[in-house]
C-alpha cells in the first residue's frame, strides 16, 4: 500500500473490509454517500447511515507503525505495545510472528517511564529524529489513556512517511463505560445510529447485552453463568446470537423488556434461559418470560432452566401461563 485516503471509519470485524473509504477519481466521490446507508462487509447488510465525510489529503507511505495501550489483566496494569509491522495485517502477526510485537508493562504510580520508551522506539528501529517525535507520541498516548479513563488507546498505522515524518493515519479509542460520568463531553461524541439498534435499546434499559453472530438467544442472570451458558451452547455445536444479563436486581417489567430483544433478533431461532434465582427470583424471572411472549405473539421455541429462590412458582407460572408448555 501506497497512499491512504485517511482514517478507516467503519465499525467491523476485520480490518481489511473495504467499503468505507473512497479515493478521487473513484465512482463513489460521482455518486455522493452523505445521506445515505453505506453497506460494507463490516457494517452488516443493513448498512450504517452516512451523516458525515471525511476528506484528506492521501499520504505517501514509506512504513506502517503499529502502536497501542490497554490494559493487560494478568499483570493488572496498562501496556504499552508497540511493532514495527502495523497496518491491516497486524493480527496475523501477531499470531504468528509475536517476536515483532514489543510490550512494556506500566507501573500506574510511576507511569509510562522514558527508559520504557527508548526500548519500544528501539524496537521500532526509527533514527533518532523519528524517535525522538515517537517518544512524543507515546508519552501523549499514555496521557490520554489515563486521563481520558479509556480501556484501549490504538494507532494503526502510525506511518513514516517518503518525506521522513511520522503521521497517524487511523486511531480508535475504547472508552470504559464506568467511568462515562467523569466525561460527559466525551460521551455526547456517541451516535446510536452507528451501533446496532438491539444493543441501544438494552443500553436504554440498562441491561448488558451485545449482539454476537449465532442462532441461539440467550437470556441470564449474571455474567458469569451467561459466559458458561454460552460455552455450553457452543460445546453442542450450536453458537449464541447474543450475551445478556439481565440483571441481580430485573422487574417483571426488565425481564419481559429483555426478552423482547430476543424475540426482535431475526437471528434467533430459538431461546435459552438459564436463571439461577438469588436476588433475581425465579418466579420474577417466569412472569417476565410469560409477558413478553403474550404481548410479543411469539411461538419461537425457548427452554427454561431455573434453579434457586421460588423456582417452584416459577415453573407453575410458566406452566399456568397458557402457552405451549412441556415439562421437563
Known sequence: RHQSPGPR????????????????????????????NLVTAQTGPNGAPVHQILVEE??????EIYLAITIDRVHRRPVMIA????GVDIEETAASNPE????????????LMPFQIRRLTARL?????????????????????VEADCSLVEINPLVVTSDGNLLALDAKVNLEDDALFRHSD??????????NELENRASDM??????????????????????????????????????????????????ADAVKIILDDSDVDRVLVNI??????????????VKAYKEKGSRLPMVVRMLGTNVDQGKSTLRDSGLPVTPG
Do not use: H
Open 9 to 36: 471509519r467503519w465499525p467491523g470485524p476485520r480490518r481489511r473490509d473495504p467499503g468505507g473509504q473512497l479515493t478521487a477519481g473513484s465512482p463513489g466521490l460521482r455518486n455522493p454517500t452523505a445521506g445515505r
Open 58 to 63: 492521501p499520504a505517501a507511505i514509506a512504513r
Open 83 to 86: 511493532s514495527a509491522s502495523g
Open 100 to 111: 515483532a510485537i514489543a510490550t512494556e508493562a506500566i507501573d500506574p504510580v510511576l507511569g
Open 125 to 145: 528501529e526509527l533514527d533518532s529524529a523519528l524517535a525522538r517525535s515517537a517518544a512524543q507520541v507515546m508519552t501523549s498516548m499514555y496521557r490520554f489513556f
Open 186 to 195: 466525551l460521551k455526547d461524541l456517541a451516535d446510536p445510529s452507528q451501533e
Open 206 to 255: 440498562d441491561v448488558a447485552y451485545v449482539k454476537l453472530d449465532g442462532n441461539v438467544g440467550c437470556l441470564v442472570n449474571g455474567a458469569g453463568l451467561a459466559m458458561a451458558t454460552m460455552d455450553v451452547i457452543a460445546a453442542r455445536g450450536t453458537t449464541a446470537a447474543n450475551f445478556l444479563d439481565v440483571g441481580g436486581g430485573a422487574s417483571v417489567e426488565k425481564v
Open 276 to 289: 439461577f434465582g438469588g436476588i433475581l427470583r425465579c418466579d420474577i424471572a417466569a412472569e417476565g418470560i
